[in-house]
Nanobody
């Protein structure tokens, strides 16, 4: 089992920044890929960014150049630096961990609200 706890969400103004954190605990040695997903009201959950244990990253086109995902394997934590935030970035952001055995784990989410 893997437990994920997100933090860092909140209310931010247009073009502001936030840094989201996700701390993993439990059977962390089995984690391969960690990532961030988001779900806006009335929409499906969508990929934001992922990062492998080796540091390879992948971004949704809507956030590329504005968001940066990073990972500290020693602290079992993944971060999402969000810059130049837009109203359409408003969503609940979920941390995800994918293990080598293809098990998916999710955090409970942290709300990001961008005001215009």
């Amino acid at each position: 089992q893997v437990q994920l706890v997100e933090s860092g969400g909140g209310l931010v103004q247009l073009v502001g920044s936030l840094r989201l954190s996700c701390a993993a605990s439990g059977n962390i040695r089995n984690i391969n890929v960690m990532g961030w997903y988001r779900q806006a009201p009335g929409k499906d959950r969508e990929l934001v960014a992922t990062i492998t244990r080796g540091g390879s990253t992948n971004y949704a086109s809507s956030v590329k150049g504005r968001f940066t995902i990073s990972r500290d394997n020693a602290k079992n934590t993944v971060y999402l630096q969000t810059n130049s935030l837009k109203p359409e970035d408003t969503a609940v952001y979920y941390c995800n961990a994918l293990t080598w055995s293809a098990m998916n784990y999710w955090g409970t989410g942290t709300l990001v609200t961008v005001s215009s």
